[in-house]
């Protein structure tokens, strides 16, 4: 999987490389997360970490590619802002150990195999402290006839967030779709507040 990211980063322009998220746009625009001190959890394309850098926000952008973490920094110094990129893979974090008041992660938890997940969230809970925010986008449906072949790496199962989070922290659904035509058939933002 990393080299499909390290190709994707390196020679081409992600399909997802679509600007910063409206979900979370909003959520800053409107004043609910003010600036503070953010991480981007799987950072990509790193429009979330300067659209957030640009909006008074101490930012670091984590990646498992390294042509990620260079994108990143290209970008950045482009737009004129200061982002702290670093590269370490979010199941088994080596060179992060901060705190953070936000976490945000955009399609990255949900392109985990379930075992991943989990050691995802052991090494993600100690970068939160009482009262951090986590702003959770996810592909998520319940799976049916053939997608059950595949489905463990493309989404979360309905509920999964809350499973998985709900002992830790205060949930709240923001946006999602469910049941759509084609491919993706859902998806979910979730904004989380640590216990």
């Known amino acids: 999987m990393k080299a499909f ?8 322009r992600a399909p997802w490389d679509i600007g910063p998220r409206r ?3 909003d959520l800053v625009e409107s004043g609910r997360i003010k600036p503070c001190k953010a991480i981007d959890l799987g950072s990509g394309t790193a429009s979330n970490c300067i659209f957030l850098a640009q909006h008074g926000f101490q930012v670091t952008g984590v990646d498992f590619a390294s042509a990620a973490i260079e994108l990143g920094k290209k970008r950045a110094a482009e737009a004129g802002v200061v982002v702290d990129f670093i590269q370490d893979d979010l199941t088994d974090l080596r060179n992060v150990s901060d705190s953070f008041d936000l976490l945000v992660d955009y399609g990255t938890l949900d392109d985990l195999h379930p075992s991943q997940r989990d050691l995802y969230l052991q090494n993600v809970l100690p970068l939160t402290h009482t009262g951090s925010l986590f702003v959770l986008y996810c592909f998520e449906w319940q799976p049916r006839g053939w997608e059950h072949l595949v489905y463990d790496r493309l989404a979360l199962r309905l509920n999964e967030a809350y499973d998985r989070f709900g002992r830790y922290f205060e949930i709240e659904k923001i946006a999602g779709e ?9 998806w979910a933002v979730y904004l989380m507040k640590r216990k």
Do not use: A, C, I, K
């Open 178 to 186: 469910q049941d759509l035509p084609g491919f993706p058939r859902g």
């Open 23 to 25: 979900e979370l746009m």
């Open 5 to 12: 990211y390290e190709l994707v980063y390196s020679r081409f």
